[in-house]
Antibody
Framework: EVQLAESGGGLVQPGGSLRLSCAAS????????MSWVRQAPGKGLEWVAN????????YYVASVRGRFTISRDNAQNSLYLQMNSLRAEDTAVYYC?????????????WGQGTLVTVSS | QSVLTQPPSVSGAPGQRVTISCTGS?????????VHWYQQLPGTAPKLLIY???NRPSGVPDRFSGSKSGTSASLAITGLQAEDEADYYC??????????FGGGTKLTVL
């Protein structure tokens, strides 16, 4: 059974940093692109970042580019999101998701999410 | 303002049929990229409902179906049930923006 479990969320002050983790199990992690998707309170879904199987390609939504870094450790079956220079508008539940490349791509499995709150 | 446009809400009585539209543009749906749909039950993570326009993952009832034409796509739910009450999101790929979602549609079962 595919499982994705996020951790690392919490309360952080504006300008601060946080590192999210996602532990994957039930599939061959190194065979899949992975993603982070977020959802602000009461709002819709927003794609944040993708990373290729070997980490050689990374893509970000414009609003986080230069502040967030997606990475992975295939030996540990883990996905990460380093978030720096956090802003109030980054407040959201952050989901780890497995990406399937097709004509474009979609997300076939999601974690339960971890809440990040940016506030003073 | 989401790249893909969905109605904020739809409603229907048990047993009825409802549809949710998803309108894009020439850089996403109109460019031929696939459309996918997710169901988010209250307080839970999104779940893949329809992939590649019309396909259902294992375990998704055939009451759910997807279609696409031009720059738009639709999700249809027949035989509406109380447990279908949820938020529904469409998603596609945009040549300039990468992954894009609709703003979401709240389905209320009357």
């Amino acid at each position: 059974e595919v499982q994705l479990a996020e951790s690392g969320g919490g309360l952080v002050q504006p300008g601060g940093s946080l590192r999210l983790s996602c532990a994957a199990s039930g599939f061959t992690f190194s065979n899949h692109w992975m993603s982070w998707v977020r959802q602000a309170p009461g709002k819709g879904l927003e794609w944040v970042a993708n990373i290729k199987q070997d980490g050689s390609e990374k893509y970000y939504v414009a609003s986080v580019r230069g502040r967030f870094t997606i990475s992975r450790d295939n030996a540990q079956n883990s996905l990460y999101l380093q978030m720096n220079s956090l802003r109030a508008e980054d407040t959201a539940v952050y989901y780890c998701a497995r990406l399937v490349e097709v004509n474009g791509y979609y997300f076939d499995y999601w974690g339960q999410g971890t809440l990040v709150t940016v506030s003073s | 303002q989401s790249v893909l446009t969905q109605p904020p809400s739809v409603s229907g009585a048990p047993g009825q049929r409802v549809t949710i539209s998803c309108t894009g543009s020439s850089s996403n749906i109109g460019a031929g990229y696939d459309v996918h749909w997710y169901q988010q039950l209250p307080g839970t993570a999104p779940k893949l409902l329809i992939y590649r326009d019309t396909n259902r993952p294992s375990g998704v009832p055939d009451r759910f179906s997807g279609s696409k034409s031009g720059t738009s796509a639709s999700l249809a739910i027949t035989g509406l049930q109380a447990e279908d009450e949820a938020d529904y999101y469409c998603q596609s790929y945009d040549s300039g923006l990468s992954g894009v979602f609709g703003g979401g549609t709240k389905l209320t079962v009357l």
